[in-house]
């Protein structure tokens, strides 16, 4: 009997958290729209917020997934 594609041994599964993406980008949006409201949501800053949010949100998941 053969296991299905997606199925993988347990020393891999141990190593590995995967992240749900839409969940992944929610948590980016919510943390780019806080740093817009600091501002007083001020035009133009837009794709700065998202890619600060998007290096704030890696530090949070590097610090939660265990070595």
């Keep these: 009997m053969s296991r299905p594609a997606n199925s993988s041994d347990s020393s891999t599964t141990a190593s590995f958290t995967p992240i749900n993406l839409p ?7 919510e943390l780019a729209f806080y740093k ?3 501002r007083g949501f001020e035009p133009g800053h837009e794709f700065d917020d998202w890619v600060e949010a998007e290096r704030e949100y ?6 939660t997934i265990p070595h």
């Design 23 to 29: 969940d992944c980008y929610t948590k980016i949006a």
């Design 36 to 38: 817009a409201e600091s």
């Design 58 to 63: 890696k530090e949070i998941v590097a610090k």
